[in-house]
């Protein structure tokens, strides 16, 4: 029996509880190039937060009834496809649900061998992606830039900030908590943080970027981008 997590109402302000229904129905069965695939670790983004809107954006939104969208790291039960076999571990976007049937050219092979495979969903998957590819290819900093990160706690923003200390820049993050904040300073090697909730974030970037920002790696717009 497959389970699945839809859409049953679109919220309004945070999501709750009852915009979201448990179904049930058969486990789909592969034709030939599909393969059947069974969850392993379920992504939980940001961004899937806006598909649940309705109205235009760079994305289709969810209509109620729908499984809600989102990549998993499965195990291949089944396969009508010459390129994978029973026992590898993928990366697919099946959204919130325990199995799936797949085309097999929409399938990552997850390499084991790198890490956990659930790392897939995170370092090394979409948001570490994003990290990575959006400092240094649209960043570009150089060694002793200040470099300020917004959600800094998050997947993508605790991603670039390490970087950044890796290429030799000066590290700032902001967050929500006094626990986010020791968090990014303590474990991921931020050089300071800020928590723009009890804080008066920009008399702290003047304290701590007398000299200005170069570069602003921002996850969330709003008060901190103009402080910025």
């Known amino acids: 029996m497959n389970r699945a997590w839809i859409m049953a109402s679109r919220p309004i302000g945070e999501p709750e509880r009852e915009n979201f229904e448990l179904v049930e129905s058969r486990v789909p069965e592969p034709q030939h190039g599909d393969v059947l695939i069974r969850t392993l670790y379920m992504s939980l983004d940001p961004y899937m937060r806006g598909r649940m809107r309705s109205g235009p954006s760079y994305a289709t939104p969810l209509e109620p009834g729908e499984v809600m969208t989102g990549e998993v790291v499965a195990r291949v039960e089944e396969s009508e496809s010459s390129a994978y076999t029973v026992g590898d571990i993928v990366r697919a976007r099946i959204g919130w649900q325990e199995w799936g049937v797949v085309p ?18 995170g370092v090394l998957g979409m948001p570490g992606l994003t990290a990575y590819f959006g400092l240094l290819e649209v960043g570009k900093p150089k060694a002793g830039d200040v470099l300020v990160v917004s959600a800094a706690s998050g997947a993508v923003g605790a991603v670039v900030g390490q970087i950044g200390r890796i290429n030799g820049c000066r590290v700032i993050g902001v967050a929500g908590s006094d626990e986010k904040c020791a968090y990014v300073v303590d474990d991921l090697g931020f050089d300071a943080a800020i928590n723009y909730k009890t804080q008066d974030v920009t008399a ?4 701590l970027c007398p000299d200005g920002i170069d570069v602003y790696f921002d996850n969330v717009g709003g008060p901190v981008l103009d402080a910025v």
């Open 104 to 121: 097999d050219h929409t399938l990552k092979m997850v390499d084991s061998s790198l890490g956990p495979i659930s790392t897939a969903l």
């Open 204 to 207: 702290e970037f003047g304290r």
